[in-house]
């Protein structure tokens, strides 16, 4: 056991939020709260952005019940970001914040890009001789960080699309007569395991199920093809219900459809639209009736069809990771590992942050049946474990009720940065 250092903690959240990310920042102020090591626990306010601010919040004076109360509670509790460190003032500037504050152990709860300015961060600090531990929580429902079995806040996801799944169906099979087609747009930049995950809505003894169709980024996106495919579901079936992944891309691999020619800080495309796009092909092409609906941020915000699975690894995932910095490990990510055993069982390790950073995990092609529209019984062995039992969300007067950390700032001790 390496030597623990005595200082404080930073946990700071970062991305898209999740419907489980607050789980994760729970069990890292749970077990922060443990060591004696750990001086004082801080919060950053939205990512990067608050840290080069010196924006912290202090996390061990919150109450037990709003820390309790952050397990199903959505969203970033802290605030979030999509800031890419780019200038080297940057990078003097964060390391300048944690030598202020006597920050020793930094915990950054995000994705592909999070993870790598994790690392970068790091490394600068072993660079300057800074005496900083620094470990990475998995967040991202998009299941595409790498060296990870799965990730926090996907099973989640899956769990709420696969249950709109079932219930708009039967709205649709009220109202088809083998001519209605209902298109679900759902999120997947580069990688289709959310619209993967809406499979596990298809009950097993009935083949013809919804969803009928599902077309992924990882299968070139052909006109021709999803025509046949809808008019052979429309020849046995009501209707026709297709989830698409926003990330379809065509055989040359452009995006069937972008929701505008911007970018994000990290040079990737705003994409939306493609459930409008197959919506009208198959309403002009077919003269069917057609329907579409994009779920956006509903899919990672409803903590009301969150995973129990979920969340609990979520929790475990930010404990794990105090646990390995004062253990000595640094430059490290969390992550998921599925035992080998008869029955689900999750457990945690540990990756080097340079593995992670900005890789993508696709899809396994094996798991996608020979039609290209529809996923096999390993998928399902994979993905059926992580949506299974149901968070408790505390209801007041009919609606849900969420905590929200209360507004204990850390005195600043810095000149103002400008961004």
Known sequence: MSQEL??????????????????????????????????????????????????????????????????????????????KLKQSQDFDRILEVFEAHNIRYFFYIGGNDSQDSANKISKLAQERNYDLRVIGIP??????????????????????????????????????????????????????????????????????SPPHLIYLPEVPFSVDKYLEDIQRVLNKEKYCFIVVGEGLVD?????????????????????????????????ERLGVKSRSATLGISQRSAAHCSSQTDNDEAFMAGAAAVKAAIDGETDKMVTLVRAEADQYLCE?????????????????????????????????RYAQPLIQGEVEVPFSHGLPQFVKLSDNKVPKLLSAYEL
């Open 251 to 283: 055989e040359n691999g452009n995006y069937i459809s972008t929701a505008s020619a911007s970018k994000d800080a990290f040079g990737h495309s705003q994409l939306g639209g493609v459930g409008d796009y197959l919506k009208n092909l198959a309403e």
């Open 139 to 208: 967040k991202t429902i998009d299941n595409d960080l790498v060296a990870t079995d799965h990730c926090p806040g996907y099973g989640s996801v899956i769990k709420y699309v696969s249950t709109l799944v079932r219930e708009v169906s039967k709205d649709n099979e009220a109202m088809g007569n083998h001519d209605l087609v209902y298109v679900l747009e759902v999120m997947g930049r580069s990688a289709g395991w959310i619209a993967a995950g809406a499979s596990l809505a298809k009950h097993r003894d009935d083949p013809g």
């Open 6 to 83: 005595e200082g404080n903690c930073l946990i700071a959240q970062s991305g898209g939020p999740t419907s489980v990310i607050n789980a994760s920042l729970a069990g890292a102020v749970t077990e922060a709260l443990n060591h004696e090591c750990i001086e004082e626990v801080y919060g950053g306010l939205n990512g990067i952005k608050g840290i080069l601010n010196e924006e912290l919040i202090d996390l061990a004076e919150q109450s037990q019940q709003t820390i309790r109360g952050l397990r199903y509670t959505p969203a970033s509790a802290l605030g979030t970001c999509r800031f």
């Open 348 to 380: 945690t390790g540990l990756v080097s942050l340079d593995e992670v950073a900005n890789g993508v995990k696709a899809l396994p092609e094996s798991w996608i049946n020979e039609d290209g529209v529809s996923m096999n019984f390993n998928f399902h």
